[in-house]
């Protein structure tokens, strides 16, 4: 980790703020460990946490970090979504992907995947056959998105987004390097293109650097560490890999690196989000998200008769040994 970075003395600078304007931590929780799909292992970063305080987001695994023996790669059977957008980021690994609106391909290292569901979709995100045959590092996360009343039955749509569309800035030092995955930072607009104000980063930051990044402040703010031991927060609290910070309202997020860090986790690797909470009823129910139980049994409905789409006649399939 990571699979994209570059040579931060050449990347534009972020715009330098006084520490004064950080953001206070409300919490910090430990994500438990947790099996999805096929039986892949995930922590779930946002276990424990309120929905309100995540608004906009719903749901957030970390997925790995695993190193796979020949033919354990896992992933998800065809199954459906509405409601809501999902976020697939790669850190390690490849994954396909396929849907019934016609989207699809590959997602490398430090590749991304942005699918709004809307309306409904079906679709599979596994591992190829060539990962599954020889086996080998798998890391990433996937981040699930609310969108608002207004656009829950929108037609779907799908963005390929590889590891070289994303836009790198560093700190004033050098020492952190910022990828905008989607959204914008301090002016700079990512790749990935939202239904609701938002922005979607991973940071890495070297051994004793600081990063003070401004950050908009009509978004919350969730910081989950990847890996690495640091702090974050205006009071410098303590987190480490597998930790999510949520911030208070400010200006800016403070993270810093500890001086040392294990020989495994050479950096503090952090992966911020945030956005406009929507302050809309939420009801979810396993691949639906919808704002009323109605609305709920509607989606189950129309998933048993068909009306969420079909799968291809080409479709790729789990590749099995």
Known sequence: ????????????????????????????TTAPLGFEGEGFPVHRAFAGVPLEVLDPFIHMDQMGEVEY???????????????????TYLIDGEFIHQDSNGGGGTIGGGGSQYMTAGDGILHIETPPA????????????????????????????YQDL?????????????????????GSIDGHAGPGISHTPLAITHITLAPGAQLVLPWPAEFNALAYALSGSGTVGAERRPFAGGQLAVLGAGESIVLQANDQQE???????????????????????????????????????????????????????????
């Open 1 to 28: 980790m990571p699979a994209i970075t570059a040579d931060t003395l050449t990347l534009p600078r972020i715009t330098p703020m006084s520490e004064d304007t950080g953001r206070a931590v409300e919490s910090v």
């Open 69 to 87: 023996a020949a033919g354990e790669p896992k992933g998800t059977p065809w199954h459906p979504h509405r409601g809501f957008e999902t976020f």
């Open 130 to 157: 060539a990962l599954v045959e020889s086996g080998g590092l798998f890391h990433g996360l996937q981040l699930w998105i609310n969108l608002p009343r207004a656009k829950k039955r929108i037609a779907p749509q």
């Open 162 to 182: 590889q590891g070289h569309d994303l836009r790198l800035l560093t700190s004033t030092d050098g020492g952190a390097l910022v990828r905008v995955l989607a």
């Open 263 to 321: 020989t495994r986790s050479p950096n503090l690797e952090v992966f911020l989000i945030g956005g406009v909470p929507l302050r809309e009823p939420v009801m979810a129910y396993g691949p639906f998200v919808m704002c009323s139980k109605a609305e709920l049994v509607e989606a189950y409905e129309d998933y048993q008769a068909g009306r969420l789409g079909t799968i291809p006649a080409d479709a790729i399939q789990p590749h099995r040994i």
